[in-house]
């Protein structure tokens, strides 16, 4: 007789042939009936049961989606009097300031509790001055935004590329062939330009540059004049990322010399990302981002777990140009695609997460 082992390894063949009515195979049947129900008996532990139905799955679910974890990104434009749709982003526009009060109006409606803007100014220079400036292309928009809804959640990004004629993030010093971000001297500029944000209606303020000590200037800035409710929601951990690509068309942000490596981070680091996360926190950030968002995930839950602050995630132009892509291919279901995409993120452990999907989430999750 065989062992009950080899028997069990063997058991579907002749179970199958016992009942097509092979009468020699009969006796053969019953053990292997035996060896079978004996190792089924054995399995106690059926995840399965949990799955049959989807008012079980429902049950069991651990991570919900909501429209209150997404913040819509806006492009606000001195330079267009109607939207004007970005090519390598579909979907995406850069909107008067007239349109973008109106577009944030509509996000509320859909759901949404808050909008991040970027601003284009008409022109740019070396001092950014646009950045800083009372009736900047934010701060209108801003005033236009609180005016249409002023419970919706205003977020602005602070940064000077978008207003520096070099397109990098700070003050440069051009040495010969060499160039360098000058450090001070830009923490200066960033700190008025969110001090002009809160004093226009900013309720968050965005750091996105990587400047070391930012954060610290812009919360001394925020209190000595005033705005100690001003919350800031630091870029603690940017990376140097293939992914911005897109972006930078819709913010007209490209450099026009060299590459950000120099203050954005390495994308092979992660204890230094937990590091730039740590100095954000002590210098008064109350929300915490990691950028990118789906190469990074491991940063992301580190973040989370670590500091238990609340965590955001930017899941950048490239990742959404990626993903619409194979769409418009017909490779992708796009809302399935998504909801996956949004699912694992907050599941790594985002509470917040900025996408340029978010009103398209707020009326999938509606249904
Ligand atoms: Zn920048």
Not at 262 to 267: A, K, L, N, T, V
Not at 295 to 324: C, N, Q
């Amino acid at each position: 007789m065989q062992t009950p082992d080899v028997v069990r390894r063997q058991a579907p063949i002749p179970f199958i042939q016992a009942t097509r009515g092979d009468a020699g195979s009969c006796l053969l049947a019953t053990h292997f009936r035996y060896a079978y129900h004996h190792l089924v008996r054995k399995l106690v532990h059926r995840p399965r049961r949990l799955r049959r139905s989807s008012a079980l799955r429902n049950l069991v679910r651990e991570t919900h989606l909501n429209a209150h974890n997404f913040v819509l990104p806006l492009f606000v434009s001195e330079k267009v009097q109607q939207r004007r749709p970005i090519a390598s982003m579909p979907g995406v526009f850069q909107l008067s300031v007239r349109e973008v009060a109106d577009e944030a109006r509509a996000a509320q409606d859909l759901g949404l509790q808050a909008v991040l803007l970027f601003g284009i100014p008409e022109q740019k220079d070396e001092q950014a001055s646009g950045a800083y400036a009372e009736n900047g292309i934010v701060q209108t928009a801003l005033r236009a935004i609180k005016s249409k809804c002023p419970d919706l959640v205003t977020i602005t990004d602070v940064c000077l590329c978008e207003y520096m004629s070099h397109g990098h993030c700070g003050v440069t010093r051009i040495d010969g062939n060499h160039f360098r971000v000058l450090n001070d001297e830009t923490i200066e500029l960033l700190a008025r330009t969110a001090l002009s944000h809160a004093a226009a209606g900013a309720d968050i303020v965005a750091p996105s540059d990587m400047m070391d000590g930012r954060v610290g200037a812009i919360r001394e800035m925020l209190d000595a004049r005033g705005f100690d409710q001003t919350a800031i929601m630091s870029y603690a951990a940017k990376f140097a990322s293939a992914f911005y690509g897109p972006f930078r068309e819709a913010a007209e942000s490209p450099p026009q010399f060299g590459d950000r490596r120099s203050y954005q981070m390495d994308f092979a680091n992660s204890k230094e990302a937990l590091r730039e996360v740590a100095l954000d926190i002590k210098e008064g950030a109350d929300i915490v981002m990691v950028k990118p968002a789906l190469p990074y995930m491991d940063i992301l839950w580190r973040v989370r777990e670590r500091f238990g602050k609340p965590t955001a995630v930017y899941h950048v132009s490239g990742e959404y140009a990626m993903v619409k892509g194979a769409v418009e291919k017909g490779l992708l279901n796009e809302r399935d695609a998504v909801l996956e995409i949004m699912t694992g993120l907050k599941r790594a452990g985002a509470d917040i997460i900025v996408t340029y999907w978010a009103r398209e989430l707020a009326r999938w999750l509606a249904k």
